[in-house]
C-alpha cells in the first residue's frame, strides 16, 4: 500500500514538474523574442521610429483584441478553446487599477531602458529585481529578509556596480539607460508580489487578469500620448515603411499579451521570488544572445561582473528556498504538537495511547513533508 502511494506521488511530483518546467521555457521564449522586436522598434537604424509610449499602448490595445478574440473562438469551439466571458466589471477594473499602474510604469521602463542601452547591458539593470523583491516583501508583506539573503543582495549590487564601471570605460554607459533600468527592476519586484494579491479577484484566471489589465492600461496611457510626441513620429513615418512597421507592431503586440500571460502562469504555478529569478537567469541567456548577434565587444570584468549576479541571484534562491523549508518543518511539529497535547487530553477509555497514535501520525507527517521537501 505504502508502495503504491509512493509511486502516486512521484508521479504526480513528475507532472507537476513538467508543467512548471514548460511554463518557465514559455517564459523565457515569449521573453527573449519579445526583448528583440522592441529593440527593434524603439531603436534600429532602418526603422528609426522614436516612438516607445505608442509601442506600449499599442501592446496594450492588441492584447484586448486578442481577449476579444479569444473570447469569440471559445464561443464558436468551446471543446477546443476555453476563455472566460467579455464582460467588463468597473468593480473589477478598481481593484486591478493597482496592478494596471504597476504594469504600465514596468512596460514603459522596461521600453525605455531598452531603447537606450544593449540588449547585453538590459540585464545588468534589471538584476536589481531580486533586491527589490527583498525590500518590497519586507515593506509590503512584511516578510523579514535574513543576513544570508541580504550578503547575496550585497553581491548583486557589486555586480552591478562593476558593470557600471565597465560600460563607463567602454564609453557606452547611458546614464538615463541605468535609471530606466532600475525603475524597471522595481516596477517588476511589485507586478510579482501584486499580481499574487489581485489573482483571487478575477477568480484566478489569467486570462482575465490579463483582460482587465490592458484594459486599464490602454487608458492610463491616453494622457502619457497626448503629452510626448509619440504620435507625431508615427504620423510623420514613411508611407512606404508602414505596412512593415504595421506587422512588426503586431508582432509585438502578440508577444506582448503573451508574456502577460506566462508571467502570471509562471508566478500562479511558481511563487513572485522564483518568477523573479527565472527572470534574472533568462536575461542571462539574453545577455549572451545580445553580445553574438550584435557583435559586442566585451571586457573579461564586464563578463565577470554578470556571472557574480547570476551567482548572487541564485544563491539568493537557494537560502530563501531553505527558509521556506524551514518555517514548513517548524509548522509541521507544531502541528503535531497540537495533535499529541489534544490527544493526550482525551479520555474516551479506549485503550489506545496517545504515545502510539503520536507515532503513526508521525510517520504521516513526516511522508507528507519529504513530499513537500522534494516539491520544494
Given amino acids: 500500500m505504502r508502495l503504491e502511494s509512493k509511486m502516486l506521488q512521484d508521479r504526480a511530483f513528475a507532472a507537476k514538474s513538467i508543467t512548471i518546467a514548460t511554463v518557465v521555457a514559455a517564459y523565457w521564449i515569449v521573453s527573449i523574442s519579445l526583448v528583440f522586436v522592441n529593440k527593434y522598434l524603439l531603436s534600429s537604424r532602418s526603422l528609426k521610429l522614436d516612438a516607445p509610449y505608442f509601442v506600449t499602448w499599442f501592446q496594450c490595445l492588441v492584447s484586448v483584441a486578442l481577449c476579444v478574440l479569444l473570447r469569440g473562438l471559445s464561443y464558436l469551439k468551446p471543446n477546443l478553446i476555453a476563455f472566460p466571458s467579455i464582460r467588463i466589471d468597473p468593480r473589477v477594473c478598481r481593484d486591478v487599477a493597482p496592478l494596471s499602474l504597476v504594469f504600465v510604469c514596468m512596460v514603459t521602463f522596461n521600453n525605455l531602458c531598452l531603447k537606450d542601452v544593449g540588449i547585453s547591458f538590459y540585464y545588468a539593470g534589471r538584476s536589481f529585481t531580486t533586491v527589490f523583491n527583498a525590500l518590497l516583501s519586507y515593506a509590503i508583506l512584511g516578510q523579514v529578509t535574513s543576513l544570508k539573503a541580504w550578503i547575496c543582495c550585497g553581491f548583486i549590487v557589486f555586480g552591478f556596480l562593476l558593470g557600471l564601471d565597465q560600460e563607463k570605460l567602454a564609453g557606452s554607459l547611458s546614464v538615463s539607460g541605468v535609471i530606466y533600468g532600475l525603475l524597471a527592476s522595481l516596477f517588476v519586484a511589485l507586478n510579482a508580489i501584486y499580481t499574487k494579491k489581485v ?17 486599464n492600461a490602454s487608458f492610463a496611457f491616453l494622457p502619457v500620448l497626448l503629452f510626448t510626441s509619440d504620435i507625431g513620429h508615427v504620423m510623420e513615418f514613411p508611407q512606404s515603411g508602414r505596412v512593415n512597421l504595421l506587422f512588426v507592431l503586431l508582432g509585438s503586440g502578440v508577444l506582448g499579451f503573451a508574456i502577460g500571460y506566462v508571467t502570471g502562469l509562471q508566478i500562479q504555478y511558481t ?65 503535531l504538537n497540537a495533535l499529541t497535547a489534544s490527544l493526550n487530553k482525551m479520555k474516551d477509555g479506549s485503550g489506545v495511547s496517545a504515545e502510539g497514535i503520536h507515532g503513526n501520525n508521525y510517520d504521516d507527517c513526516n511522508s507528507s513533508d519529504k513530499l513537500a521537501k522534494s516539491s520544494a
Fill in 199 to 215: 489573482l483571487p479577484t478575477v477568480d484566478n484566471s489569467i486570462w482575465k487578469l490579463s483582460l482587465y489589465n490592458n484594459f
Fill in 271 to 335: 511563487s513572485p521570488l522564483t518568477h523573479n529569478v527565472s527572470g534574472t537567469a533568462k536575461a542571462c541567456a539574453q545577455t549572451v544572445l545580445g553580445y553574438l548577434v550584435f557583435a559586442e565587444i566585451k571586457t573579461a570584468l564586464w563578463w565577470l561582473s554578470n556571472v557574480i549576479i547570476l551567482l548572487a541571484s541564485f544563491g539568493y534562491t537557494i537560502v530563501k528556498r531553505q527558509e521556506m523549508l524551514a518555517t514548513h518543518l517548524n509548522e509541521a511539529d507544531e502541528r
